[in-house]
């Protein structure tokens, strides 16, 4: 089963996949070469590809089973739409990349796929589904009780430590240019991420029981 792990940061989403199935492959592609870094050594079995995923979907979605794309959020957050007017920021056009991803998947894609964002500041497009704080775009049922756990932002000196203990990993072995704590506070709940994994392979599994009683 080949799957593909797209933006994948630090592997908030991957954390507990091995734990539904062992046998996987997973290609993991990450614009960040400090997080690429930190992913495979998290990940080692992982295949990691410094690269623009969006780009890297565009070229080679036919060669999966199974493909998550968490597109950056900060353009479409709410978070950032409330702090227009203030320390100077101007409104920015929202990154059309993530309603790009979904249609070419929904209409292209032969497999199952999940493509994760934050609830934005206006009203979204293509029907996703809701569940705690963020917004899935899927081509199969989630289930109604998925729930991702809420990290309660501190804003504290502690926060950093806070966060690296709530995803399992120490935030403090970054070593590149973006914020820690950002990163942190972006990281997928690895318990959702592994229950939206499980629906995925228990939805595949029966597609390919049934498949095979046609013949």
Sequence with gaps: ?????????????????????????????????????????RFPNDKVIVADAHK???DNYKEYDIIWSSPPC???????????????KKPIYPDLK???EILLLDYHFKGKYVIENVIPYY?????????????????????????????????TKNELNELSKFHKIDLNLYKGKQSKVK???NLVDYEAGKTIFETMLEIVKKENINQTQLF
């Design 1 to 41: 089963m080949k799957i593909l792990n797209l933006y994948a940061c630090l592997g908030g989403n991957r954390y507990k996949w091995n734990e539904v199935k062992e046998d996987i492959q997973v290609t993991a592609v990450e614009l960040d070469p400090e997080c690429a870094r930190l992913y495979k050594l």
């Design 56 to 58: 890297y979907l565009l």
């Design 74 to 88: 900060p353009t479409h957050s709410k978070a950032r739409f409330w702090a227009i007017g203030a320390n100077g």
């Design 98 to 100: 993530l309603y790009e």
């Design 123 to 155: 009203n979204p497009m293509l029907n996703p589904k809701k569940r705690g704080r963020h917004l899935y775009w899927t081509n199969f049922n989630l289930p109604h009780n998925l729930k991702d756990r809420r990290f309660k932002i501190s804003q």
């Design 183 to 185: 990163i942190g506070r």
